[in-house]
């Protein structure tokens, strides 16, 4: 049996949907867990309660990785590319502290990773990059019907609008990437 080299990368760009999306895609990834962390909020928060922006907590995807099949900067490298780490607080029509972009560190190493990718891709957009670094806090798993959300409803408007596009820029600028 091939022994992993398994990590684990935490990150919030926007709508936890697409995150999940996008590394459905992704050589090396091996499982993809949508929910909510960074929150103040005493006990398990629900959708409804994140959806209320009064909980603190943002909408994440929990990545299990092979770091031998992919690094935590490639990892970033395509999540900085499929949001926009330009906008605080908000992706497209998502707007709340929710649907901030933020990379929770689980390693001192991660944390300097995370600092080196900012850097060098800030010289890519016109606007400062606004992605929050923290360390990883307590992950709430999200509802099961936020699980593998675009796969089992391609169909539905904002998958077709929002998530659809962003496979598609996934699949131009990172294909060598893919499965």
Not at 15 to 27: G, I, L
Not at 51 to 79: K, M, N
Request: aromatic share 10%; proline share 3%.
């Amino acid at each position: 049996m091939e022994e992993k080299n398994l990590q684990t990368a935490t990150i919030g760009g926007g709508c936890f949907w697409c995150t999940e999306a996008v590394f459905q895609e992704v050589k090396g990834v091996e499982t993809i867990v949508s929910g909510y962390t960074g929150g103040t909020a005493p006990g398990v928060p629900t959708y409804r309660e994140i959806c209320s922006g009064l909980t603190g907590h943002a909408e994440v995807v929990q990545l299990t990785f092979d770091s031998d099949v992919i690094s935590y900067q490639e990892i970033l490298i395509i999540f900085m590319a499929t949001h926009d780490p330009t906008t605080l607080n908000r992706q497209g029509a998502d707007v709340g502290t929710q649907y901030r972009s933020v990379i929770y560190y689980h390693t001192e190493q991660q944390k300097q990773t995370a600092e080196v990718v900012i850097k060098e891709l800030s010289e890519y957009y016109d606007d400062p990059i606004v992605t929050e670094l923290t360390a990883a806090e307590t992950f709430h798993k999200a509802e099961a019907e936020h699980q593998n959300y675009y796969r089992q409803h391609q169909q539905q408007g904002y998958c077709s609008y929002v998530i659809t596009p962003k496979l598609t820029k996934l699949r131009k600028l990172f294909a060598n990437k893919l499965k």
